[in-house]
């Protein structure tokens, strides 16, 4: 099992910038693709990004690609997820996850532990 640690979240701008981390530890991630989901107030839960075991591929949400850059740093057993241009419809509750196998995917049936979250609200 892997122990997932968000952080990174806040209050911010449209047009502005957060980077979220999330450090892993137990199980050693760096052989599993990590994965950002986010849940926003009334809403199922929604990939965002996920980045293989390699950090070589990487997969966005439509609508957060130009904008977000999903990384890690296996040595750290850490993932980032740099958010710029925000906007208020990425207002959110951000959890990472940690996979089931190596390779990138936006199915959650395919993560095996997730954080706790880190909130993420974007004023107009």
């Known amino acids: 099992q892997v122990q997932l640690v968000e952080s990174g979240g806040g209050l911010v701008q449209a047009g502005g910038s957060l980077r979220l981390s999330c450090a892993a530890s137990g199980r050693t991630a760096r052989n599993y693709a990590m994965g950002w989901f986010r849940q926003a107030p009334g809403k199922e839960r929604e990939f965002v990004s996920s980045i293989d075991w390699s950090g070589a591929f990487t997969h966005y949400l439509n609508s957060v690609k130009g904008r977000f850059t999903i990384s890690r740093d296996n040595a750290e057993n850490t993932v980032y997820l740099r958010m710029n241009s925000l906007r208020p419809e990425d207002t959110a509750v951000y959890y990472c996850?940690?996979?089931?196998?190596?390779?990138?995917?936006?199915?959650?049936?395919?993560?095996?532990?997730w954080g706790q979250g880190t909130q993420v609200t974007v004023s107009s």
């Open positions: 996850a940690d996979g089931r196998g190596a390779v990138v995917t936006s199915r959650d049936i395919d993560y095996d532990d």
